[in-house]
């Protein structure tokens, strides 16, 4: 049997009739677009994390999208960021005609390296977009003072992190607003796109609302600054409703797979996964770094083990970028040609864990 880097079938197998069920109540519900499933997912995400608003959108590459319009980030505006992420991040930037501005990330935890920030803002630069990459948060305390000092705002794209915590503050919770991305693989995930933003400034919450009805108020059918179709699918708002509740289990499934990987390939000469000082860590990804990359693929594709690269081109190396100039980014550069993802989702079965242990120490 095959092992995939993801899988949603084992948690469908085990979650079908509620699954099912949650399908059943859209249809029956007589509103298929913005009904009582999208304002109950809304409610509950906010609650989950403590915020005033969330507002559900069609993706989390529009999450982030209609955040930084909401915020205000727009033509020319530089917003800073990092290179190791995923696509979606700048290009979301780019789209608002915002120029996206890059920062190294830590050798270590491969997040953003907060103390690069500081000499990167210009008198152009309106938003900070930190990365809570892998499941883990970026240290988050230098970012507030500098956005406090500099009047910037500070969006979190937290499309790998649900649920994750720093000192205690849960991912989203920190900045002005959060984008989340429900795409399948992530933490929380949809069965299909969907995305939400989470701010609590009634303002910006007022301005996404609008953004993501062509422009309009729901109520008042007058566009007054034009906005997109960017809505959360009802049926998909259902299921993460019930999706939600199950959360907490969730990360502790990968929590658990992350424990054995970490016990058993400790001594292997395989780079682990380092958690920041502070950081409750969801495990989205679970990202090793080796040398031998390429050779270590290989022979676990051989014995029917997919891995997988996260992320193998830098963003700011990418054609579509190159007009930036950015970088060299060194530390983003290294890491791109040595790090790699083993399989990791709640419901892997130990079996297939066991395999993929045994296959890397083997290989090693
Ligand atoms: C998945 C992801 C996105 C984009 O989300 P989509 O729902 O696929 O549009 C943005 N940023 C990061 C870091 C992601 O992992």
């Known amino acids: 049997m095959p092992i ?22 859209v249809f029956r519900s007589g509103q298929l677009v913005l009904g009582a499933s999208v304002r109950s997912f809304e409610a509950e995400f906010a609650a989950f994390h403590g915020a005033r608003h969330a507002v559900g959108v069609d993706n989390g590459t529009n999450a982030i999208k209609l955040a930084l319009q909401a915020l205000g980030v727009g033509p020319g505006d530089e917003v800073i960021t990092v290179s190791n992420t995923a696509a979606p991040t700048v290009v979301a930037i780019d789209a608002v005609g915002a120029v996206p501005v890059f920062v190294d990330v830590d050798p270590a935890t491969y997040l953003m390296d907060t103390a ?44 790998q992190a649900h649920g994750a915590r720093r000192h205690g503050r849960v991912a989203g919770s920190i900045g002005r607003a959060a984008a989340f991305s429900f795409y399948p693989t992530k933490v929380l995930g949809a069965y299909g796109d969907g995305g939400a933003v989470l701010t609590s400034d009634d303002e910006v919450a007022r301005s996404l609302r609008r953004l993501r009805y062509y422009g309009m108020e729901e109520a008042y059918y007058v566009v007054e600054t034009p906005g997109h179709n960017s809505r959360l699918d009802e049926v998909q708002a259902e299921i993460l409703r019930r999706k939600l509740q199950r959360l907490d289990g969730y990360i502790d499934g990968r929590r658990a797979v992350a424990a054995r990987y970490a016990e058993a390939l400790a001594g292997t000469g395989l780079i682990l996964p380092v958690t920041a000082e502070g950081n409750e860590h969801v495990y989205y990804l679970y990202v090793v770094r080796h040398p031998r990359r390429e050779e270590i693929i290989e022979a676990l594709a051989a014995r029917d083990i997919q891995l997988n690269v996260s992320y193998r081109w830098p963003v700011h190396t990418m054609s579509g970028f190159a007009h930036l100039g950015a970088g060299p980014l060194p530390v983003t550069e290294e890491l791109a040609g040595q790090i790699f993802s083993l399989p990791m989702y709640p419901s892997l079965p130990l079996h297939a864990q066991e395999r993929v242990i045994t296959a890397l120490r083997e290989v090693l």
């Open 4 to 25: 995939r880097v993801w899988d949603y079938l084992p948690e469908y197998d085990n979650e079908r009739k509620d699954l099912l069920d949650a399908v059943e109540t």
């Open 116 to 159: 690069q920030v500081e000499p990167a803002i210009t008198d152009r630069t309106r938003c900070l977009l930190p990365v809570h990459l892998y499941g883990q948060c970026v240290p988050m305390e230098p970012l507030e003072l500098l956005a406090e000092r500099h009047g910037l705002a500070i969006l979190e794209d937290c499309a």
